[in-house]
């Protein structure tokens, strides 16, 4: 099938990926059994039956359960470089992931011990595979606005690292104002700013992440469909949207794939993007997410130019490193 070709050609961008939610079933076992750590289910097998999600939160349990098991350097390194050989089959030429510090911390594993096997993976996937990065850490919004500026802290001494801040975990309850201040000391500090607003909270969620937070990018924000002005205002600041079609899917944030907003959000002049959010317990990496949408959402050749374009100009890459992967 010529699109189905295509989508899985084109050189791409993945600007939404939660690295922990890349922890396959296999490696997760493996990692549990290295590290001596009795774990819940007994098979793979038993595990994926497990994943069937009404909403955001029966997957979030399962998520921070899943990464419980990662206590080494290595096991984080091996997580992140797994990630980036898989997204190499599939074209991706830069990802731009985020990372869960506090997912660890609360765990009594180091920032230090997370941040430098993820490091050191991104490091050598750029070198092994060509595949260029840039590295997010991410708030967990059901936690204080003090817990995150604990994170920061402990931040510091790798900012050289460290590209940008989001904000993700349970959304409804957890608006984004009540992290302003931080995310205002990110900013000075010269952090890029995206995050998760609009996948289950409503859309004033999104104009909070966009005038409070200034945001120079949402991930997801579907529901700013609701509401035209907000239309409006992320097209004028031509702020990217990171839509990921099968983690809406698996989450009930969409009821099927037929009429995914996707399309609407192209319509409207949006920059929207393709990405997998946690492509192990979602069912897929980009192509298939690409796939998901030329089979069931009738996407066009034109839209999955514009979607390829749309990864690229929403990245945090320099006009001349994005010339350099086209
Ligand atoms: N953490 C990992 N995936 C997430 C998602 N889709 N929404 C909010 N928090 C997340
Ligand atoms: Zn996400």
Not at 2 to 9: G, R
Not at 103 to 131: C, M, P, V, W
Request: aromatic share 10%.
């Amino acid at each position: 099938d010529t699109l189905l070709n295509l989508a899985y050609q084109m050189p791409k961008t993945e600007l939404h990926l939660h690295i922990e939610g890349t922890f396959e079933p296999e490696l997760m076992f493996a990692i549990a059994k290295r590290n001596n750590i009795p774990f819940k289910y007994d098979s793979v097998d038993a595990l994926k039956s497990a994943y069937q999600f009404e909403n955001l939160q029966d997957f979030l349990d399962l998520y921070y359960q899943g990464m419980s098991v990662l206590l080494k350097e290595q096991d984080f390194y091996d997580l992140t470089m797994a990630y980036l050989k898989r997204v190499h089959q599939d074209n991706v030429v830069h990802v731009e992931i985020f990372f869960d510090p506090q997912g660890h911390t609360s765990r009594g594993i180091s920032f230090e011990t997370q941040i430098n096997g993820i490091y050191r993976a991104l490091k050598d996937g750029e070198q092994q595979l060509g595949i260029t990065f840039k590295l997010i850490m991410s708030f967990l919004r059901h936690l204080s606005e003090s817990s995150a500026f604990e994170t920061l802290e402990l931040a510091k001494p790798y900012l050289d690292w460290i590209d940008g801040v989001g904000l993700d975990s349970s959304e409804v309850g957890h608006p984004p104002q009540k992290f302003a201040n931080v995310f205002a000391e990110c900013k000075k500090l010269g952090l890029s700013i995206t995050a998760h607003a609009g996948e289950e909270g409503p859309p004033e969620y999104v104009w909070e992440a966009i005038e409070t937070i200034q945001v120079n990018r949402i991930d997801h924000g579907n529901r700013a469909l609701e509401e035209s002005d907000l239309i409006a205002e992320i097209k004028k600041r031509g702020l990217t949207l990171t839509v990921c079609p099968l983690s809406n899917l698996k989450l009930c944030v969409v009821p099927n794939m037929d009429n995914h907003p996707i399309k609407s959000m192209l319509k409207f002049g949006l920059n929207a993007t393709v990405n997998s959010d946690d492509p192990a317990y979602f069912g897929g990496y980009i192509n298939d997410n690409y796939k998901a949408l030329i089979k069931d959402s009738g996407i066009s050749k034109n839209e999955l130019y514009t979607l390829a374009c749309n990864s690229f100009n929403g990245s945090w890459l320099s006009s001349e490193q994005k010339s350099r992967h086209l």
